[in-house]
């Protein structure tokens, strides 16, 4: 395994795709025509470079859950619930990673080193972790998680504290359960998760940050908000353990970096999908809609990233609370009773990869017959943000 700190490859979102588009093109012929005073940005030569679509295949697995794209290497990587595919950016499957029993959930990858870090939860075993996949080594397909030394994982305290609070004080946790008291936050979890900089602090640290998944149920006052905990995984070495699925360690460190807070209403199951997108310095959450009638319910939010979190209250809980809060961006639909705004695009919740220069990969969910099965499929397809209502995300045709 690689070390998890100091990084070997520093390198940004725009470097990387500077270099998937040098890679494309070093074998094309050289011209004997002068250079163009002005060439155009190696962004905008790489439009032309990346594929419109990448399809992750079709699997006897459960359903899409996120992608990451390592555009400098030319991998796309998609999560099946309990499986990871690689796949070339052609969509030929390059290697999988199986044997999963918990929930793999959204993915992104740390463009310092490659490896590709995904939301893992055992909700019996009152453990959450954070996959972290070697790349390199994933070679061929049915690779075993346990078995074949690809995957790590890191134990995180904090949402197992929140997951387990016992908020009616009977004494009892009342388990996986949605229709209850416990479970701070709503706390079901983890979902989300991408790197970007510290909330606050733009071109500060990189940071991994990691979404609640929050349990629908609309007779709690206190599960109306999104809880992102931010980690320096440079501060991670020696704390990621391979993975026992029969006796799950614990090693992890003990709090995180940072935790906010985001007035959305509540949610079904919080943020499916977290993604940072430099072009914007904005963080896109895309969530499956809640069921309160006094909230907008969307489904997609954005966190401006240019308004640092301000100390302030955390809404409806049963004991006065403070915490760092973060505001949404305007510019999709403001729900005036409660000041929320967003877009009510029905895309993202299973996949959502931002280029960096206002283009995003957002993945399709679908179903096919085949083997004797009904297999879960996932086609990641090239959008431009336009801000747009209600369908934020334009299309882009090769």
């Not at 008291?181 to 640290?205: L, M, N």
Request: charged share 20%; proline share 7%; aromatic share 8%.
């Amino acid at each position: 395994m690689r070390a998890t700190g100091p990084w070997k490859r520093p390198t940004t979102r725009a470097v990387a795709l500077g270099a998937a588009l040098a890679a494309l093109t070093a074998t094309a012929p050289a011209s004997a025509e002068p250079a163009p005073a002005d060439p155009p940005s190696a962004a905008a030569e790489t439009a032309a470079a990346l594929p419109v679509s990448v399809d992750g295949g079709a699997w006897r697995s459960g359903h899409v859950q996120g992608v990451a794209l390592d555009a400098a290497r030319g991998h796309m990587y998609f999560s099946f619930t309990d499986t990871l595919v690689k796949t070339d950016l052609s969509g030929t499957v390059l290697g999988t990673v199986t044997g999963l029993t918990g929930h793999l959930g959204d993915l992104d990858i740390d463009e310092r080193d490659g490896r590709v870090y995904g939301s893992l939860e055992y909700k019996a075993a009152e453990a959450f972790y954070i996959a972290i996949f070697d790349t390199d080594r994933i070679t061929r397909v049915g690779m075993d998680a346990e078995a074949d030394g690809v995957l790590t994982a890191v134990h995180l305290e904090e949402v197992v504290a929140d997951y387990t609070a016992d908020m009616d004080g009977d004494g009892v946790f009342d388990g996986n359960v949605a229709d209850t008291a416990d479970h701070r936050y709503g706390c079901s979890g983890i979902d989300g998760v991408s790197f970007g900089p510290e909330f606050g602090r733009p071109g500060g640290r990189t940071m991994l940050t990691v979404a609640y998944g929050v349990y629908s149920n609309a007779d709690r006052e206190d599960n109306d908000h999104q809880v992102l905990l931010q980690y320096d995984v440079a501060r991670w070495r020696g704390l990621d353990r391979p993975l026992d699925q029969a006796d799950p360690h614990t090693s992890g460190p003990r709090r995180p970096e940072g935790k906010y807070f985001v007035y959305t209403g509540n949610t079904t199951y919080g943020v499916q999908n977290l993604e940072y997108d430099a072009a914007s310095g904005d963080w896109f959450m895309a969530v499956y809609n809640g069921v309160k009638p006094h909230f907008p319910n969307h489904s997609l939010y954005v966190i401006d990233g240019s308004r640092p979190p301000e100390p302030g209250p955390v809404r409806g809980q049963p004991r006065e609370e403070h915490g760092l809060l973060l505001s949404l961006r305007g510019g999709g639909e403001v729900h005036e009773p409660t000041g929320v705004s967003g877009w009510p695009v029905s895309g993202g919740q299973y996949g959502l990869a931002s280029l960096g220069d206002g283009r995003f990969y957002v993945v399709e969910r679908g179903r096919r017959d085949g083997d004797g099965a009904t297999l879960e499929t996932g086609v990641a397809r090239l959008h431009r943000w336009t801000g747009a209502v209600p369908d934020p995300f334009e299309p882009l045709e090769g």
